[in-house]
Nanobody, 114 residues
Framework: QVQLVESGGGLVQPGGSLRLSCVAS????????GAWYRQAPGKQREWVAR???????NYADSVKGRFTISRDNARNTLYLQMNSLKAEDTAVYYC????????WGQGTQVTVSS
């Protein structure tokens, strides 16, 4: 059974940066690909970025050019580098495979506010 643990969230001013991490146990991002999702208050969870098993990356239009997804296969860890953060990036961020089919972790809160 997979367990996902996200970390790295926090409060940051607009224009700031954060780096999120996600450690998976029981499954491997290298084999299944990995993705970040987010859920803002009152909204449905949405896909943010993904990295396939072969390393191809894709981003939602709203974060393209500002966020970078990467992974460390040796640590089975997924990362999301977030730069030039905006208030609309405020959400709980979750990691999963590219299909979103694993059990969800608790997520990590990102709040962008002055």
């Amino acid at each position: 059974q997979v367990q996902l643990v996200e970390s790295g969230g926090g409060l940051v001013q607009p224009g700031g940066s954060l780096r999120l991490s996600c450690v998976a146990s029981g499954r491997f991002f290298s084999m299944n690909g990995g993705a970040w999702y987010r859920q803002a208050p009152g909204k449905q969870r949405e896909w943010v970025a993904r990295i396939t098993s072969t390393g191809t990356t894709n981003y939602a239009d709203s974060v393209k050019g500002r966020f970078t997804i990467s992974r460390d296969n040796a640590r089975n860890t997924l990362y999301l580098q977030m730069n030039s953060l905006k208030a609309e990036d405020t959400a709980v961020y979750y990691c999963n495979n590219v299909l979103g089919s694993w059990a969800w972790g608790q997520g990590t809160q990102v709040t962008v506010s002055s």
